[in-house]
């Protein structure tokens, strides 16, 4: 079954703590991976995504397809990090995507 | 900057009556994306088109859902009648289409409560 896990539902750190968001998958083939962010009043937008292998706003995401892993992480975390965020992945062919729960991340000062 | 707009924001209706949600992707976005999203769940995918051509409904409920793309733009997602588990966050988002696209811009969402 195609699906996206994310185990935590909130992960509480104290702002310049270092922050890993965890997000497992099962997909038979290749996908391609995402990081979507959703801050307060805002809209659902995308952080990054495995191929670009780019640091975004201080995070990084490494797809790891023997743990079929693509965990979230900063080394230092910001108050303006707080936000929900979704792990995805997008299908072969028909562009399919599946969100996982989302984690609630919150910066404490 | 060009964003995707849904209306209504804001929906309340009763059980057992219609409801429709407008979606208008990005000018030029070939694909346009209906999500559901539940309260503390992440959105699960309802209907994807490509143009006006549906690519993915597995997961639509058609029995009372239906969703069109007449022309290739704008879209309608209708629930008819609307059940008490309906109430959600109904999502639009669209992405350019092509085989090398990602990202998909997603609209402010439309809040349903049926009651």
């Known amino acids: 079954a195609q699906r996206v896990t994310q185990p935590e539902k909130l992960l509480s750190v104290f702002k310049g703590a270092p922050v890993e968001l965890k997000c497992n998958y099962s997909?038979?083939?290749?996908?391609?991976l995402f990081w979507y962010v959703q801050y307060s009043r805002q809209r659902l937008q995308l952080l990054l995504r495995?191929?670009s292998r780019e640091s975004i706003k201080g995070f990084t995401a490494d797809l790891n397809k023997g743990e079929t892993s693509f965990h979230l992480k900063k080394p230092f975390a910001q108050e303006e990090d707080s936000a929900m965020y979704y792990c995805?992945?997008?299908?072969?062919?028909?562009?399919?995507?599946?969100f996982g729960t989302g984690t609630r991340l919150k910066v404490l000062a | 900057e060009a964003e995707v707009a849904q209306s209504p924001r804001y929906k309340i209706t009763e059980k057992s009556q219609a409801v429709a949600f407008w979606c208008d992707p990005i000018?030029?976005?070939?694909?346009l994306y209906w999500y559901r999203q539940i309260l503390g769940q992440g959105p699960e995918l309802l209907v994807q088109?490509?143009?006006?051509?549906?690519?993915?409904d597995s997961q639509l409920p058609k029995d009372r859902f239906s969703a069109e793309r007449l022309k290739g733009v704008d879209s309608t997602l209708k629930i008819q009648p609307a059940e008490l588990g309906d109430s959600a966050m109904y999502l639009c988002?669209?992405?350019?289409?092509?085989?090398?696209?990602?990202?998909?811009?997603f609209g402010p969402g439309t809040r349903l409560t049926v009651t």
């Open positions: 988002a669209s992405s350019d289409g092509s085989s090398t696209s990602y990202e998909q811009y």
């Open positions: 997909y038979s083939g290749s996908p391609e």
């Open positions: 495995h191929i």
């Open positions: 995805a992945l997008r299908g072969s062919g028909t562009y399919k995507y599946i």
């Open positions: 000018s030029g976005h070939a694909t």
């Open positions: 088109f490509q143009d006006e051509s549906v690519v993915d």
